[in-house]
């Protein structure tokens, strides 16, 4: 057989196995894909977002019309204006107005997204790849506490701040003592902190500890350290599984109501408290509290598209692992 006639038979095989494979792929996508459930999920998906469309609309629509009549009248009479977004920037229900309580929503979730990132970091590489006495006990207590409702441990930090974080004459930095922090934002950026911890370590040991093991010996032969092979190995690898904890943690403490409401202090309260009494007494002016929600939701919708491509690899990270 010469050389050509070989070649043409792999090239006539290679084919086959490609046309093969291509018809396995509409088989399955045959076999895994419905019309009816196809139908189903677009109906209900035009459903579910009706609400929020209409939500839409009105935050456009002035107010008088929008207390007089529904948002569906505005394909017969369309009448737009930005005048809500602006009553609603520098209006409030409390002593506060939304464009304020923006920029402590900001103070509030930048650092309680960052603190418990470092810390689980860190303690995610120590179960994963440090060795020491109780290591599975310790991390099974610190999977558990997931389970533990942010409801029980209200009082008991109420109680450890009321009296570790008052002492008099006690500088941090220079013209900062502690009982200044109580009137900050420190308070509640350790409670979210103390919330996120265990998520944040299970997921990111789970990511951490499937880094392959040459990696790190390869880095110990060649004398770098604990931490040498945390910053310049650990880190990188993973940041996938830091940035799908980082838009979890960010979304849960902007849309957080409770614990800034507890833990906050008048002045530092976020924009959750204002939105939630932006439509008034009597509810009257609820049309700017829907201009307040999609000002509330800008912030959400940058961090999650920016760090998208991150997402789905961190939230697989350890589920085929053994």
């Known amino acids: ?3 050509t006639t070989s070649i043409v038979m792999d090239n006539r095989s290679a084919r086959d196995i490609e046309r093969e494979t291509r018809r396995n792929e509409k088989t399955a996508q045959k076999r895994l894909t419905s019309k009816g459930a196809t139908i189903a999920a677009a109906i209900i998906a035009i459903f579910w977002s009706i609400p929020t469309f209409g939500l839409l609309v009105t935050s456009f629509r002035p107010g008088s019309e929008s207390s007089t009549t529904g948002w569906w009248t505005v394909f017969t009479n369309p009448n737009f204006t930005l005048d809500n ?3 609603a920037l520098t209006a409030g229900g409390t002593s506060l107005t939304l464009g304020e309580s923006f920029i402590n929503s900001l103070a509030i979730s930048i650092p309680a997204t960052i603190i418990p990132i470092v810390i689980a970091s860190l303690a995610a590489y120590g179960f994963a790849w440090i060795p020491f006495k109780g290591r599975n006990g310790l991390f099974v207590f610190v999977f558990a506490l997931q389970i533990v409702p942010i409801q029980m441990a209200l009082v008991p930090l109420l109680s450890l701040f009321s009296r570790g974080l008052t002492i008099n004459d006690v500088t941090i930095f220079p013209g900062l003592a502690l009982r200044d922090v109580d009137h900050s934002f420190a308070t509640v950026w350790i ?11 299970f997921m990111l040991h789970n990511f951490i500890a499937e880094i392959p093991n040459e990696v ?15 910053f310049r190995i650990i880190l990188p690898l993973a940041m996938p599984a830091i940035a799908s904890f980082g838009i979890f943690q960010f ?3 902007w849309n957080d109501l409770l614990v800034a409401t507890i833990f906050a ?5 976020p924009l959750t408290q204002t939105l939630n009494s932006l439509s008034g007494s009597w509810g009257d002016k609820w049309y700017l509290q829907s201009a307040g929600a999609f000002i509330a939701i ?11 491509r991150f997402f ?4 697989l990270a350890g589920a085929t692992k053994g």
Do not use: C, K, N
């Open 85 to 87: 977004y602006f009553s």
């Open 298 to 308: 800008i912030v959400p919708l940058i961090v999650f598209f920016s760090l998208q």
């Open 1 to 3: 057989m010469s050389a």
């Open 216 to 230: 790190i010996e390869a880095a110990r032969v060649d004398g770098a350290g604990h931490g040498q092979v945390f």
């Open 191 to 201: 409670a979210h902190a103390i919330f996120a911890l265990p998520l944040a370590i």
């Open 312 to 315: 789905v690899r961190g939230l």
């Open 251 to 253: 979304l849960w403490v």
């Open 265 to 269: 202090p008048d002045t530092s309260l």
